[in-house]
C-alpha cells in the first residue's frame, strides 16, 4: 500500500497501480505532454476514485504506508492495465524509426531510454 502526494491532497492506492502512475506521470513530462488519469484510491478509510492530471509540472510523491487490508478491496487491474497501454503508447510514439539508404537501413534518430522506479 502506497500513499499518493498530488497538490497537498494525500490517499492510499496499491503498489501497482502507484508504479504505473509514476511511470506514466514521468513519460508524459519527458514528452512535455499531459494526460488525466483516473486511480482507485482510499480516503478516510473510504475507497473512491480519484481523478488527477499529469504532465510535465507534476509533483506526485509516494510514500510505502503499513497495510491494513483496504488495498486488498480496491479492484485496481483494470487501471492497471489502462496506464500501462498509455505508458507503452508514449513510448511507442518515441521508438526511432529506420529509413533505408541504397541498401543499408540507417536508424533515423536515436532515442532517449527512459529509467522509472520499480516500486
Do not use: C
Request: proline fraction near 4%; charge should be negative; aromatic fraction near 6%.
Amino acid at each position: 500500500m502506497r500513499t499518493v502526494s498530488y497538490a497537498d491532497e494525500h490517499f492510499r492506492t496499491t503498489d501497482a497501480v502507484a508504479s504505473a502512475l509514476l511511470r506514466y506521470a514521468m513519460l508524459l513530462a519527458h514528452g512535455e505532454s499531459s494526460d488525466v488519469v483516473r486511480i482507485p484510491v482510499i480516503v478516510e478509510n473510504d475507497q473512491t476514485w480519484a481523478e488527477i492530471i499529469i504532465g510535465p509540472a507534476s509533483q506526485i510523491t509516494t510514500l510505502e504506508v503499513a497495510q491494513d487490508g483496504d488495498d486488498d478491496d480496491l479492484d485496481d487491474s483494470e487501471v492497471i492495465a489502462d496506464l500501462t497501454r498509455r505508458s507503452d503508447e508514449v513510448e511507442r510514439q518515441r521508438t526511432p524509426m529506420t529509413a533505408k539508404v541504397g541498401d543499408e537501413t540507417q536508424p533515423a534518430a536515436e532515442v532517449f531510454q527512459m529509467d522509472y522506479p520499480e516500486l
